[in-house]
């Protein structure tokens, strides 16, 4: 088999070494003066019609904010406005309505768990308020807050019920907070 004539369609790429000797050559002396000044003159129209398409721009951005401003809308505005439709962009994908829906299966999920501990924890104490342990408890407290009663100068020393005792307790501390207020007894106390 022959090897493949070295030229210019090589099957090998061009390496590093290659790009080098291809950037060394000079086009300058392969086109003609006339080619030169062709390209020069285009090379100039060029550069002219970039400068003026710069500056169309920046007119063209300058009319837009006097429009917006024209029209109340601010870049806070705008930057709203993205956001919501970005949002809403988000919202209306398939993996976000996927995880909302799984989501939202949990939250109940977990809302009827919760409401049964807090039903199971109700019937629980409930069980525990009618358990022996609790009513010696209850009578316990009776005992003693009857004999305090009794020591502070009560006039009930029978008892009652747990409920009674309480509320004769609440009821005795209200009425100490009101006798411990003091009403003005002329206009000059009132008037300091």
Same mark, same amino acid.
């Given at each position: 088999m022959e090897a493949p004539a070295q030229g210019l369609l090589e099957a090998q790429p061009l390496h590093e070494a290659d790009e080098d000797t291809v950037t060394d #050559?000079?086009?300058?002396?392969?086109?003609s003066e006339e080619e030169k000044e062709e390209l020069k003159i285009e090379l100039a129209k060029l550069e002219d019609e970039i400068s003026t398409l710069r500056q169309v721009l920046a007119a063209k951005e300058k009319h837009l904010v006097e429009i917006k401003q024209k029209l109340g809308v601010s870049l806070m505005n705008e930057l709203k406005q993205n956001f919501s439709k970005s949002w809403h962009d988000v919202q209306?994908? !398939?993996?976000? =309505?996927?995880?909302?829906e799984t989501l939202s299966h949990a939250g109940q999920k977990a809302t009827a768990a919760i409401s049964n501990? %807090?039903?199971? #924890? !109700?019937?629980?104490? %409930?069980?525990?308020?009618? !358990?022996?342990?609790? =009513?010696s408890f209850e009578e316990k407290v009776e005992t003693t807050v009857t004999s305090l009663k009794t020591k502070v100068g009560g006039t009930n020393p029978s008892g009652g019920s747990f409920e009674e005792v309480l509320s004769s307790t609440a009821h005795a501390s209200a009425q100490s907070s009101i006798s411990d207020t003091r009403l003005p007894e002329s206009e000059e106390e009132l008037q300091c």
């Amino acid at each position: 088999m022959e090897a493949p004539a070295q030229g210019l369609l090589e099957a090998q790429p061009l390496h590093e070494a290659d790009e080098d000797t291809v950037t060394d #050559i000079d086009f300058t002396t392969i086109i003609s003066e006339e080619e030169k000044e062709e390209l020069k003159i285009e090379l100039a129209k060029l550069e002219d019609e970039i400068s003026t398409l710069r500056q169309v721009l920046a007119a063209k951005e300058k009319h837009l904010v006097e429009i917006k401003q024209k029209l109340g809308v601010s870049l806070m505005n705008e930057l709203k406005q993205n956001f919501s439709k970005s949002w809403h962009d988000v919202q209306t994908t !398939s993996a976000y =309505k996927k995880t909302h829906e799984t989501l939202s299966h949990a939250g109940q999920k977990a809302t009827a768990a919760i409401s049964n501990v %807090g039903t199971v #924890i !109700s019937k629980k104490f %409930g069980d525990m308020r009618n !358990s022996p342990t609790f =009513k010696s408890f209850e009578e316990k407290v009776e005992t003693t807050v009857t004999s305090l009663k009794t020591k502070v100068g009560g006039t009930n020393p029978s008892g009652g019920s747990f409920e009674e005792v309480l509320s004769s307790t609440a009821h005795a501390s209200a009425q100490s907070s009101i006798s411990d207020t003091r009403l003005p007894e002329s206009e000059e106390e009132l008037q300091c």
